[in-house]
């Protein structure tokens, strides 16, 4: 698997008991702050974290209640990519060593408005690990479409009626859109896939320049699905192949998890309320963009 | 030990300033008419006389988040920008005030689009008045350089702590040259220490930034945050005052003033434009004509005391600026008027506005000024607001 050769691998069984994250106001059964809380073990104390706008934001910094125990920043919306960077640089102009700076971004704030700042970080290749928490939506604001959200999704900006079926558009392709950068490192992951996850940080903090991580991440909020399911649907995501693992690095892709067999589309849509709506023929289209996806990876990328 | 002197542009003026300044870290993105300043810190980093990190930022969006970032770790840190950039800041603006970064900035003063205009205005940064940051107004590449290392050691200082903002015009001041005394890096050091504040990320102590705040407390932050800049006050006065005792060059704090004593009207001016409307008030001295010229340094904080007693004797004044607040008048205006307004001065007060998009304002257009505001005094009836050399018939 993906961790570095030097290190212990983080596990279950040896995990900081330290927490970095808590007492704050997400939602019961959060997947991004999942995300946030696991990564912040990974990555230690001696780490800043920097938040744009959006749900970590919102549920983790209510002044006077802060919920990092380790140096954070709340940024502009746009600006987290920037924002870490000049923290990098700025420390490191002040002779601090032994740190990482890390940024955790929804979809939104990494795939649309973010997007800009987040090219010229990797641009410049400052040493940051930058985190896209992936809840499918601009959630902190009220579950509006984001360039994340899949094709056929209702969210509030894409109702779901008789003439339009949610979201008329797929995905934007993010991982591809960040290696095609030449980032030294990029990932995918799920926090249904919590070692997996767990590995891509630990890898990606040893990277001395930019790396990138793509983390899928339940929302019971927006999303319409029990708060006790949130680990589980984000592994449902990656069993049926809405959403894949994989790595970039030193100009290769990999498929980190290539299933033989993928579970049910349907299964997985209908247990959501934003997929409630779809009709059989809109999950067709799903599983067919599906498969159009999965045949070009497995061609173009190495795999088992 | 003779003095030092160069020929230079105020542009470049600026990078000396800044690179004497010793920052951390600089991050801007290019504009005209700002480019040379960051042409020349980025030459000062690669020939190694300046030990800071130059970041190749994609936008000003960036420029100031990234400036705000490392300065959140105690970074000294330094932008510039102009007209359509420092707009395309505003967001980062108003959050570096509230965050207390006291990064520095250099501004070109340019006309904002539409129509597109290259040239000089001040009607970028006058828009940004209410953003929080301190802003001086210069008036040559001598005070320009002057003015970042002061600006540094205002900005940073503890009772202040707030972004400042210093603001030259466009291709007058930015693209012109001058001789200019460079100060001793030694003495630069002795009057700008390192920057040192509590308020930033650190190890030993971790802190949350940044954070969000109820209807509770957020009053109480705007309160400090506008007592801080009225703190900027004493601190700007005493870093003139230092700057004069070790350099030789006193700028007289907030406003300065030429001739205004026994003048009968006078002009309020911002920016290089002052240099002109001096020579007039000399030529018309010369002629027997009582009049003279305020000079507003700082928009923010802004001289209001100052302002009150220099006019008080005064029997018409007008305010000459490149600016107007669309539908109403300029916004230098609206401040110098609001400030007279509280001490009941109720002579005539009028506003020349001009010198839109790089149009030259010449000393028979002052002149003018001069002898309209004398006429006005002598009760001839008058508008506020004059768009003064209108190339259009205008039926009003
Ligand atoms: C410049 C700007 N535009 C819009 C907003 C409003 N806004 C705040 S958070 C947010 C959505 C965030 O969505 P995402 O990045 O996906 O994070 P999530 O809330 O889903 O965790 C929006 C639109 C803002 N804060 N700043
Ligand atoms: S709305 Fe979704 S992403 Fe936001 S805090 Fe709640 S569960 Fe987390
Ligand atoms: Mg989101």
Known sequence: MSSANTLTRITPK??????????HKACAGCGGSLAVRLALKVLGERTYAAFPAGCMAAVGFIYPQMAFTNNAIITTFPGVASMASGIAVGAKALGIQNFKTVAFAG?????DIGLQALSGMIDRGDDVLYICYDNEAYMNTGIQKSGLTPFGTQTTTTPAGKNIHGSKTQKKNLFEIIAAHDIPYAATASIGYPQDYIDKVQKAAQVKGPAFIHVYASCPTGW?????????????AVDCGLFFLAEYENGDYRLTRNPKQFASVADYLKKQGRFKHLSDADIASIEAHRDHKWERMRRMWNHQ | MSKKREFISGDEAVAIGVKLSRPHVIAAYPITPQTITVERLSEMVERGELNAEYMHVESEHSAISAAMGASAVGARTFTASSS?????MTEGLHYASGGRFPVVMMNANRSVALPWSIYGDQRDSLSLLDSGWIQVYVEDAQEALDMMIQAFRIAEHP???????VNLDGFILTHTYEIVEIPEQSQ????LPPFQTPNKMCFNNP?????????????????????AVLNAVKVLEQADTDFATMFGRKYNGMVDEYQSADAEVLLVTLGSVTGTVRDVVDEMRAEGHK?????????????????QSLTAKAKAIGVLEKDISFGYEGTVYTNVNSALAKVGNTVPKLNFVGGLGGRDISKADIRNMFLKLQRVAAGEAYKTVDFFNLNVETNE
């Open chain 2, 84 to 88: 359509q950039g420092l707009l395309y």
């Open chain 1, 107 to 111: 979809d939104g704030g990494t795939a």
């Open chain 2, 159 to 165: 009772d202040v702590l707030t972004p400042m903002m």
């Open chain 1, 14 to 23: 040896n995990i900081t008991d330290q927490e970095f994250f808590y007492g």
């Open chain 1, 224 to 236: 319409g699905t029990p708060t006790e399911t949130s680990v589980e649907i984000a592994k449902e």
């Open chain 2, 291 to 307: 009049v003279g010229v305020i000079k507003i340094r700082y928009m923010r904080p802004f001289p209001e005391e100052q302002l």
């Open chain 2, 188 to 191: 630069v050091d002795a009057f």
């Open chain 2, 207 to 227: 802190k949350n930034m940044g954070f969000s705040s109820q209807p509770n407390d957020n009053t109480e932050f705007k309160y400090q945050q506008n007592l």
